[in-house]
Every structure is written in structure tokens, then in C-alpha cells.
């Protein structure tokens, strides 16, 4: 039997499969048991209480979806109070996501919430709904290393920064995030993006503006995935678009340690203990012991696709 | 939606513990028969594993609506359960062919397979004190409310039903409603009377002559209006089905929330895991 184990910084994961920020939260209990993953995300949370962007919230396009859902919350006082005792009885470690408007209320909410019962902290410095016209932290290394050098000081738990497809600067934020004191990445979050509706010269979100996620994202994220894992020390963590078990290897092989499964939840919500199954069964059919044999063996090719295999 | 809607639900339950039945469940399921009933609506009967038919009047399954050649619907589609059957092991959704989804599912044929999520939501609830109720149904509303008449019936309520299409021809159920020992009554626009004001005349007349105590709607945002007009000046409670566009369907990502009536103030409520049965009142 594989070794489906991985290891992110300090934590340890009995497999690399955990849900991506915003697309898991206590309810899909009601579905499967939740201790078959290698590790638990909430659902972004802000120290206030927000109710969220106007509906239409989501939409559908071909192999995608769009969402500004704009992280409604409940505060910082229900999220400790309710939503972290319910992982308590979990063995998998809880890794929380929060956002704020500035770097000091970012590193005010980070102390705030490293209370018992949670494993890391995953930043949502990318999220692109929360700030006026999709500008986020994790655009620009400057404001990313600022935002994560005052976390990383507000708290001794580990710090997962949350990067964004939105930058033409992957690699410079990925290194800003490593200088400030980041224990791990994760490429990335949901892409700017739009949609009409030509019959009805309707913009389809009611935010103008929202997040692409699902297949169609999966090529850029890998792409980022791969970027971070050559540039930098700290573990990376792949998202976008996963939904076969060929798409976790693929993370995997691009250098990432462990995957995030998101919008694929929604459309099938046995999804990840499915994903968990299959990755047993994939290491097996290439004669490999672990996950570990796996990460970061993607290579070029010595000779293009024969015409043979691409007709 | 207002942006002074600054509350968000308290509702959402924190008592999960792990290891309990799941009561949500993926499944295949096999279609036994799929018909079109008028020219809009077509009815699907499923065979359905016993662990999907624990269900309750009103609530829904998600269901995974086939790519075709000529629609690639992404999402899941919500759909009213028609009926359930644990007995026959059976599961029917009436529906309306509207749109990418739902026109994709109508290619299927009887034989081929369905993948549904569910059984989903909070059903209606029909209280002790709520011996006369009034269901007041439009269009695919129809549908909703078909399982709570069974239910009605069950429990030996006396029933009254209103059916309400835009023509004759598109009303359904109605014989169903009177299996159940419903007094039934159609109304239809082509005929004319299913405006609000004939409408309002109506159900004051049956407060009179069949003592009616709850109100239970489905399908038409005027005719809830209407209908929380009617139960405030009367005193009459009642509940709610309602639709919203949504994502996960089972709680999680916040798409399908509606604005909602509370004492201090609206609040947002997620239609598929805080409904998609409401209080009357509460809904705007």
C-alpha cells in the first residue's frame, strides 16, 4: 500500500488532497466523513461581519464557473466560538482563512485567531472581489511582503499565503512571500473575469466582476504551481481546477506537496474522498511507494507527441 | 440586493458530529420512465436507492444534468421532489423544459442514468394548529407542493388546493390534489381568473366557508405577496417554497441567498440549506 502521506512545513498530511478556501465548510459532513482528508480549510472569514456581494453571486460558462461571493462572515467572535470547535473532533488539522482591508488589521485578526484547535493560517491576500476593481495584495511584491512580514510576527502558527493569478509577477510575489517569513504557498486563487449575456446585453454578476475557477483555470494555476516550486525553498501547495485524479498528479509532478480541490466539490461533492481513492490506485499503475516519488518530476520531453498519439 | 443588509444567518447549525449518518447522499440513478405531460413539462420517474427516500415534503435533489451535443450545462440543476415512494423505491421530478439544464436532462430517456445529490433542505412543516390548510400553487409550483398534499392528507388535514396556469391545458396535478381528499380549484389567465383581485376574493370567501388556518405556497412571487397581505389582515401563518440560482446546493459557498424578514432587521438566508421552505411572512 502507498504512502499517500505529505509533509507541508511542519504539518504532516495523511494525503495531499484538502479543500480549497470557500468551497468546503461543516455541511458537506452531511455528505462523507470529513477525517478522510488530509487537512480542513474554512471558508475565508473578516474580523467584522459582512453580508456579501448583491446576487447574481455565481455563473456558469463552459468548463468554469464565475462567483463574486464578496466572503460574507460572521465575525471573528462566531467563527472561534462555533465554526472551530465543530474540527475539534477531527484528526486532520485545521487550516483557517481570513482577509482584511490593511496589512495591520491583517496581522490583528492573525493573533486573534491562532487559539487551540487550529493547525495554520491561510492568507487570502489574493481574494479578487474584496478591494476595488479586483486590486488585492499578492499584485505586487512590495505590498505582499509588507502584508506577510506583519503577520508572520502576529503569530507563531504557520502562515499559507494565498497567491493570485492576477499578477504578471508570480515569481517576484512567491519570493516575497518566502522573505517575509511564508511556511507555504498556495497557486493560486480564482482569476478576474466577466461574463455577458449577448441575448440580454446583461453582465451575468451582480459584482460586474468575479473569480474564474474550475478546468478551464487549471492550465494557468499549474503553470503558476510550477513557477513557485522552482523559485522557491518553502512548500507549495497546487489549486485551480482539479477534478480527476490526472489533474492532482499533475500538481504534483509541477512540484506542488499537496492540491486543493474547489469548484469540482460542487459539481460532484464526493469529489475529494473519490480523489483520495484514485490516488492510491494512480501510484500503484507507476510502480511508486509515495507521494513523495512523485513531486516535481515533471521533465521535458525528449520528442514531441507522435502524430499517431494526437490523432 | 440593498448593501445595508449587513447580517448574515445565525441559523446554520454547529451541532454536526462526526461519524453520524450522512444524510445527503450521490447517487446513479436509473430512469424508469420520462414522458412530457403537456407541452412544457415532462415527468421523470427513477428507481432510487432506499438511502434517498427518507424524504420530506418540499425538500430537493441536485441533480447532474447530462452534456449533450447542444447544451453543456456546468453547474447542478435544484430540483423539487414530485414524489417519493420508499415502497417501490421510486423518486419523480415534474419539470419544466426551460433552460441549458433542464433541456439537456429532457434528452435523456428512460434506461439511461441520472446523478443526484439529496435529499436536500428544510421541508415544510405542517404544525399541530394548522388543520385547515390552503395550498395555493403556479406553474412548476405544482409540483413542489404535490408531496405535502400526500402529507396533508396523511395526517388527516382537510385540504384545500388552488391551481393556478396560465391556460388549462397547463395545469397539472389536479386530480392528484383530489386523490388526496383536496377540494380543488383551478384558475388559469386565459380564463381570467387568476388575477389578485379575483384571486383575494376567493380565498376570503374559503377563510369564511372552509375555515382555513395556513397558507402553503409555491411558484409565483405575487401570489406569496398576496397571500402574506391576506394572513396578516386574517392571522393566518404559513410557509414558503422558493427558488434561487445556486452553486453547491448544499450550503457552502453562500450563491443562492435570499433577503429575508426579522425582527431586527432583513438577513440573508441561503435557499438551499436555510429553505427552500421559509416562513411566509419573513419572505421578500
Redesign the interface.
Same mark, same amino acid.
Given at each position: 500500500m502507498a504512502d499517500l502521506s505529505t509533509r507541508v512545513g511542519a504539518l504532516t498530511l495523511k494525503n495531499p488532497i484538502m479543500p480549497a478556501s470557500?468551497?468546503?465548510?461543516?455541511?458537506?459532513?452531511?455528505?462523507?466523513?470529513?477525517?478522510c482528508l488530509g487537512a480542513h480549510v474554512t471558508?475565508t472569514i473578516t474580523r467584522e461581519?459582512?453580508?456579501?456581494n448583491?446576487?447574481?453571486?455565481?455563473?456558469?460558462?463552459?468548463?468554469?464557473?464565475l462567483?463574486s461571493?464578496g466572503i460574507?462572515?460572521?465575525g471573528a467572535g462566531?467563527f472561534v466560538n462555533?465554526?472551530i470547535?465543530?474540527y475539534a473532533?477531527?484528526d486532520a488539522p485545521l487550516v483557517i482563512s481570513i482577509s482584511a482591508n490593511t496589512a495591520d488589521d491583517f496581522a490583528r485578526f492573525a493573533a486573534e485567531v491562532s487559539v487551540p484547535g487550529v493547525a495554520a493560517i491561510e492568507v487570502n491576500i489574493s481574494c479578487p472581489n474584496i478591494e476595488d476593481h479586483g486590486k488585492a495584495f499578492a499584485m505586487r511584491p512590495g505590498s505582499t511582503e509588507d502584508v506577510i512580514r506583519k503577520i508572520r510576527s502576529a503569530t507563531d502558527l504557520p502562515v499559507w499565503a494565498k497567491l493570485s493569478p492576477n499578477t504578471g509577477e508570480v515569481v517576484e510575489v512567491a519570493q516575497a512571500c518566502e522573505t517575509a517569513g511564508a511556511d507555504a504557498l498556495v497557486t493560486a486563487n480564482t482569476m478576474l473575469a466577466m461574463a455577458i449575456d449577448s441575448r440580454s446585453g446583461e453582465i451575468r454578476l451582480?459584482n460586474l466582476m468575479g473569480g474564474l475557477s474550475?478546468p478551464a483555470l487549471k492550465p494557468i494555476t499549474l503553470r503558476m504551481t510550477y513557477q513557485c516550486a522552482k523559485a522557491v525553498a518553502i512548500p507549495v501547495i497546487g489549486c485551480g481546477g482539479i477534478s480527476r485524479i490526472d489533474d492532482v498528479i499533475e500538481y504534483l509532478m509541477a512540484g506542488a506537496r499537496a492540491v486543493q480541490v474547489g469548484t469540482a466539490?460542487?459539481?460532484?461533492?464526493?469529489t475529494m474522498p473519490r480523489l483520495v481513492g484514485e490516488l492510491e490506485a494512480a501510484l500503484a499503475a507507476r510502480g511508486l511507494a509515495s507521494v513523495e516519488a512523485l513531486i516535481g518530476t515533471a521533465r521535458l520531453s525528449g520528442q514531441t507527441t507522435t502524430l499517431a498519439e494526437y490523432a | 440586493?440593498p448593501?445595508s !443588509?449587513?447580517?448574515?444567518p445565525?441559523t446554520?447549525?454547529?451541532a454536526?458530529?462526526?461519524?453520524?449518518q450522512?444524510?445527503?447522499?450521490?447517487v446513479e440513478a436509473r430512469i424508469k420512465s420520462h414522458d412530457w405531460v403537456n407541452g412544457q413539462y415532462r415527468l421523470m420517474v427513477l428507481a432510487a436507492p432506499k438511502a434517498v427516500l427518507d424524504c420530506r415534503p418540499g425538500q430537493f435533489f441536485h441533480l !447532474?444534468c447530462p452534456q449533450t451535443d447542444r447544451f453543456?450545462?456546468?453547474?447542478?440543476r435544484p430540483m423539487s421532489i414530485y414524489s417519493y415512494d420508499l415502497e417501490k423505491g421510486e423518486l419523480a421530478f415534474l419539470y419544466k423544459v426551460a433552460g441549458a439544464g433542464t433541456r439537456a436532462m429532457a434528452e435523456l430517456e428512460a434506461g439511461d442514468t441520472l446523478?443526484i445529490?439529496g435529499p436536500i433542505g428544510q421541508g415544510f412543516d405542517i404544525r399541530q394548529e394548522w388543520q385547515r390548510p390552503l395550498l395555493l400553487a403556479r406553474g412548476v409550483g405544482l409540483a413542489t407542493l404535490a408531496p405535502l398534499a400526500r402529507e396533508c392528507a396523511s395526517l388527516g388535514r382537510s385540504l384545500t388546493a388552488i391551481c393556478s396556469a396560465r391556460s388549462p391545458e397547463l395545469l397539472m396535478s389536479t386530480e392528484l390534489f383530489r386523490h388526496y381528499g383536496a377540494q380543488v380549484i383551478t384558475v388559469t389567465d386565459a380564463e381570467g381568473s387568476s388575477g389578485v383581485e379575483s384571486l383575494t376574493g376567493l380565498i376570503e370567501g374559503l377563510i369564511e366557508s372552509r375555515g382555513i388556518d395556513a397558507f402553503f405556497t409555491c411558484g409565483s412571487a405575487r401570489l406569496t405577496r398576496m397571500l402574506q397581505d391576506i394572513g396578516s389582515r386574517h392571522g393566518i401563518g404559513g410557509q414558503v417554497a422558493l427558488e434561487?440560482?445556486m452553486?453547491?446546493?448544499?450550503?457552502?459557498?453562500?450563491?443562492c441567498?435570499?433577503p429575508f424578514r426579522r425582527a431586527d432587521g432583513a438577513i440573508?438566508l441561503r435557499v438551499c440549506?436555510d429553505g427552500p421552505v421559509f416562513d411566509l411572512q419573513e419572505a421578500m
Amino acid at each position: 500500500m502507498a504512502d499517500l502521506s505529505t509533509r507541508v512545513g511542519a504539518l504532516t498530511l495523511k494525503n495531499p488532497i484538502m479543500p480549497a478556501s470557500g468551497t468546503f465548510s461543516e455541511e458537506l459532513a452531511d455528505v462523507f466523513d470529513l477525517d478522510c482528508l488530509g487537512a480542513h480549510v474554512t471558508k475565508t472569514i473578516t474580523r467584522e461581519r459582512r453580508s456579501g456581494n448583491p446576487v447574481p453571486r455565481v455563473c456558469e460558462l463552459n468548463g468554469a464557473m464565475l462567483n463574486s461571493i464578496g466572503i460574507p462572515s460572521k465575525g471573528a467572535g462566531w467563527f472561534v466560538n462555533n465554526t472551530i470547535p465543530f474540527y475539534a473532533d477531527y484528526d486532520a488539522p485545521l487550516v483557517i482563512s481570513i482577509s482584511a482591508n490593511t496589512a495591520d488589521d491583517f496581522a490583528r485578526f492573525a493573533a486573534e485567531v491562532s487559539v487551540p484547535g487550529v493547525a495554520a493560517i491561510e492568507v487570502n491576500i489574493s481574494c479578487p472581489n474584496i478591494e476595488d476593481h479586483g486590486k488585492a495584495f499578492a499584485m505586487r511584491p512590495g505590498s505582499t511582503e509588507d502584508v506577510i512580514r506583519k503577520i508572520r510576527s502576529a503569530t507563531d502558527l504557520p502562515v499559507w499565503a494565498k497567491l493570485s493569478p492576477n499578477t504578471g509577477e508570480v515569481v517576484e510575489v512567491a519570493q516575497a512571500c518566502e522573505t517575509a517569513g511564508a511556511d507555504a504557498l498556495v497557486t493560486a486563487n480564482t482569476m478576474l473575469a466577466m461574463a455577458i449575456d449577448s441575448r440580454s446585453g446583461e453582465i451575468r454578476l451582480g459584482n460586474l466582476m468575479g473569480g474564474l475557477s474550475g478546468p478551464a483555470l487549471k492550465p494557468i494555476t499549474l503553470r503558476m504551481t510550477y513557477q513557485c516550486a522552482k523559485a522557491v525553498a518553502i512548500p507549495v501547495i497546487g489549486c485551480g481546477g482539479i477534478s480527476r485524479i490526472d489533474d492532482v498528479i499533475e500538481y504534483l509532478m509541477a512540484g506542488a506537496r499537496a492540491v486543493q480541490v474547489g469548484t469540482a466539490t460542487f459539481i460532484s461533492p464526493n469529489t475529494m474522498p473519490r480523489l483520495v481513492g484514485e490516488l492510491e490506485a494512480a501510484l500503484a499503475a507507476r510502480g511508486l511507494a509515495s507521494v513523495e516519488a512523485l513531486i516535481g518530476t515533471a521533465r521535458l520531453s525528449g520528442q514531441t507527441t507522435t502524430l499517431a498519439e494526437y490523432a | 440586493m440593498p448593501a445595508s !443588509l449587513c447580517a448574515v444567518p445565525d441559523t446554520t447549525s454547529a451541532a454536526h458530529t462526526p461519524g453520524r449518518q450522512h444524510s445527503i447522499h450521490e447517487v446513479e440513478a436509473r430512469i424508469k420512465s420520462h414522458d412530457w405531460v403537456n407541452g412544457q413539462y415532462r415527468l421523470m420517474v427513477l428507481a432510487a436507492p432506499k438511502a434517498v427516500l427518507d424524504c420530506r415534503p418540499g425538500q430537493f435533489f441536485h441533480l !447532474l444534468c447530462p452534456q449533450t451535443d447542444r447544451f453543456q450545462p456546468y453547474f447542478r440543476r435544484p430540483m423539487s421532489i414530485y414524489s417519493y415512494d420508499l415502497e417501490k423505491g421510486e423518486l419523480a421530478f415534474l419539470y419544466k423544459v426551460a433552460g441549458a439544464g433542464t433541456r439537456a436532462m429532457a434528452e435523456l430517456e428512460a434506461g439511461d442514468t441520472l446523478n443526484i445529490v439529496g435529499p436536500i433542505g428544510q421541508g415544510f412543516d405542517i404544525r399541530q394548529e394548522w388543520q385547515r390548510p390552503l395550498l395555493l400553487a403556479r406553474g412548476v409550483g405544482l409540483a413542489t407542493l404535490a408531496p405535502l398534499a400526500r402529507e396533508c392528507a396523511s395526517l388527516g388535514r382537510s385540504l384545500t388546493a388552488i391551481c393556478s396556469a396560465r391556460s388549462p391545458e397547463l395545469l397539472m396535478s389536479t386530480e392528484l390534489f383530489r386523490h388526496y381528499g383536496a377540494q380543488v380549484i383551478t384558475v388559469t389567465d386565459a380564463e381570467g381568473s387568476s388575477g389578485v383581485e379575483s384571486l383575494t376574493g376567493l380565498i376570503e370567501g374559503l377563510i369564511e366557508s372552509r375555515g382555513i388556518d395556513a397558507f402553503f405556497t409555491c411558484g409565483s412571487a405575487r401570489l406569496t405577496r398576496m397571500l402574506q397581505d391576506i394572513g396578516s389582515r386574517h392571522g393566518i401563518g404559513g410557509q414558503v417554497a422558493l427558488e434561487q440560482h445556486m452553486a453547491c446546493g448544499i450550503g457552502m459557498c453562500h450563491a443562492c441567498v435570499r433577503p429575508f424578514r426579522r425582527a431586527d432587521g432583513a438577513i440573508n438566508l441561503r435557499v438551499c440549506r436555510d429553505g427552500p421552505v421559509f416562513d411566509l411572512q419573513e419572505a421578500m
